[in-house]
């Protein structure tokens, strides 16, 4: 296993949720790609069915901290700082995908942009914007 795939593991084994969630990443080369497999105990409107929003969130900000972890290796997990999340369309009762992109990677703070979709790449569920502390401030 390499470097980067074992930051992965450890990263998503550390977060109980992610675990509770059965969150799972899979890295080929620099591009990781999150999964979230579909389980009756995500759905938010079980008249819909739709997953629950949280959940889409959750998952959307674990997929960001992942792509972090595989980037560079932190002396700490990042910290969220401040996320901004567009609900596009209701997560279907289907295993859902997600993204990262690192927009920039500074010395302490991280800019993250996720995309979650389901069946089409092209026609994501939601995006998500995130700042994270990468690094601790020497104040």
Known sequence: MSEPDTRLVSML???????????????????????????????????LPAIH????????????????????????????????IEYLRSGRPLTTYARASIKKLGRRIANVHVEAWQETRSAPIATMRGLFLVAPSED
Request: aromatic share 6%; net charge negative; charged share 15%.
């Open 13 to 47: 084994d550390s977060i109980p949720y992610a675990r509770f969630l059965g969150i799972r990443a899979e890295l080929a080369g620099d591009e990781m790609t999150a999964v979230l497999p579909f389980a009756q105990h995500i759905v938010g409107n079980p008249m």
């Open 53 to 84: 929003g949280g959940v889409l969130g959750a998952f959307m900000e674990m997929t960001a901290l992942a792509q972090l972890s595989v980037a560079a290796p932190m002396t700490r997990q990042p910290r969220t700082i401040d996320v901004s």
